[in-house]
């Protein structure tokens, strides 16, 4: 989940041999984002927990490579601002002491650079000219891409806004067993595709904060599905909640009349999403703090794997003639994790993660962790 709220920090596991794989894979996540760009190439950054020195603010358009380098003491968050002050693409978990690649595909214009140390997302800001034209009219393959995942992302969120329903109808019949049962199938087509769902940062807090990342202040107007969650695994009541689901599927339903005007990137939006989708693995499904009491971390999980795989299987005929090596990587890495998922399959879910134990977690945190270091590729790989 994104701001308004505060972005989750990336927290310790509870087992500290499961929390050094997790952290490893935020390092592995942000090393390299596509080919081995030279020095000179590369547009280096400098954060620090007040400060962000970029060492070049006249671009070409087209592929740029930003070399961010964390010198502050917090985890850092990079991001590229449209004109307007959104988000065009982002780069979170910047460890102290680390540094990332990070591609990004720039057409003319002005833009901000911002660093945001604890990933707050306020910091400094420093302003970017991007002039010319990118080579070439483009991969006709990578416009198709772009055109399938944006039918995707709409037919997940009807799917979500549909299941959410039936989930809404069962909280406010106070139907605790039904609305367990509907609670986790009701999030996954939002898990899947999570990073697009974050542009719209309005929606994203509304719908998805967590109690954590509250203040006290803003429990007071706290919303959405884990709101629910409490209610049902902690209080075993919702009644009185039906507002609280009325209010989860208006946000869905803004949501939804967002989407025919978005438009997709391949690389800002597609490949930089999919990696954010294994960062939500490891900061939050692997640790079992995203589902503090319902405890369906995993379908949480798949859902987000499932998210990424979507991303590389329609860049992947780019990718294959791009970088054989890196496809090969991705297909063999992706069945490890699906493999490892299947063994935790009950019924027509997943065992509650609270009964995963320790070595079962660092086993998931370790194929999380081999996946991340290709699926970081991914975008150098496309934007070539």
């Not at 900061?283 to 990424?308: P, Q, Y």
Request: charged share 30%; aromatic share 4%; hydrophobic share 40%.
């Amino acid at each position: 989940m994104r701001r308004p709220v505060p972005v989750r920090p990336t927290r310790a596991l509870a087992l500290a041999g499961a929390a050094a794989v997790s952290m490893s894979l935020l390092a592995a996540c942000g090393g390299d984002d596509g080919d081995k760009a030279s020095a000179a190439d590369a547009v280096a950054v400098t954060a620090t927990d007040d400060s962000c020195e970029v060492a070049k603010k006249d671009l070409a358009a087209g592929k740029n490579t930003f070399k961010v380098t964390n010198k502050g003491s917090k985890v850092n968050e990079f991001e590229v601002l449209k004109p307007d002050g959104s988000i065009l693409a982002e780069r979170e978990n910047i460890g102290p002491g680390t540094k990332v690649d990070f591609v990004v595909n720039l057409s003319a214009g002005a833009y901000k650079v911002l660093c945001s140390a604890g990933q707050t997302g306020k910091g400094p800001t420093q302003d970017v000219t991007v002039s010319g034209q990118a080579n070439g009219a483009g991969d006709q393959r990578l416009t198709q891409a772009a055109a399938a995942y944006k039918a995707f992302v709409i037919t997940n969120v009807n799917d979500t806004i549909a299941k959410t329903r039936l989930f809404v109808d069962a909280v406010k019949a106070n139907d605790v067993a039904k609305a367990k049962e509907l609670y986790a199938p009701s999030r996954v087509g939002w898990e899947t595709i999570e990073p697009v769902a974050e542009k719209f940062g309005d929606i994203d807090p509304k719908v998805d904060a967590r109690e954590a990342d509250l203040s006290p202040a803003e429990r007071k107007t706290w919303s959405g599905w884990h709101l629910l969650e409490k209610a049902l695994w902690k209080d075993g009541s919702v009644k009185g909640k039906g507002k609280v689901g009325d209010q989860l599927l208006a946000d869905l339903g803004t949501l939804k009349s967002r989407l025919p005007g978005l438009t997709l990137d391949p690389v800002n939006d597609m490949a930089a999403g999919a990696k954010e989708l294994l960062d939500e693995v490891a900061t939050g499904k692997v640790t079992g703090e995203e589902e503090a009491f319902s405890h369906t971390d995993l379908v949480d999980f798949k859902a987000n794997v499932d998210g990424a795989a979507k991303v590389y299987e329609l860049l992947k005929p780019v990718v294959q003639q791009k970088d054989p090596q890196l496809a090969k990587d991705l297909d063999e890495n992706f069945a490890a994790v699906g493999a490892l998922l299947k063994k935790h399959e009950k019924g027509d879910g997943y065992e509650s993660y609270d009964k995963v134990g320790k070595d079962d977690r660092k086993e998931l945190a370790d194929a999380v962790n081999a996946l991340g270091e290709p699926l970081s590729k991914l975008g150098g790989a496309v934007a070539r």
